[in-house]
């Protein structure tokens, strides 16, 4: 709504914008394994966190003409898609890593639930 009535972000546009978060989320599958080659995984998941809550933040910083709001929300996005999915990926895997076989089904339900 934010976008929509304060921004004047058309609906068109507000498509594409979110078409680029999962842009976004494709690169990071692309990425996650490339950057545990070079970084530590605690590093990877910190750092993606912090991209992926950090992005929203860029949402506030845009103002003035539509062609300056619209390539700092296409950031944000974006960034957001890939951070996300990076430290999705990482954190299940470790999350399931270090759980026994036999106790998967109900940390997998705990999780969810809480």
């Given at each position: ?20 978060s ?39 910083l ?30 299940i ?6 759980t ?15």
């Amino acid at each position: 709504m934010y976008l929509t009535r304060e921004l004047k972000i058309e609906p068109t546009m507000l498509g594409v914008i979110m078409a680029t978060s999962s842009i976004g989320a494709i690169v990071g599958t692309l990425l996650a394994n490339k950057l545990i080659k070079y970084f530590k995984v605690g590093k990877v998941i910190v750092w993606s966190m912090v991209i992926a809550c950090g992005a929203p933040l860029l949402v506030p910083l845009a103002s003035g003409p539509q062609s300056i709001i619209i390539p700092i929300i296409l950031i944000s996005f974006f960034l957001g898609g890939i951070g996300v999915v990076v430290s999705n990926i990482h954190v299940i895997s470790m999350r399931q890593t270090v759980t026994p076989d036999y106790m998967l089904g109900k940390m997998n339900a705990s999780y969810r639930f809480f």
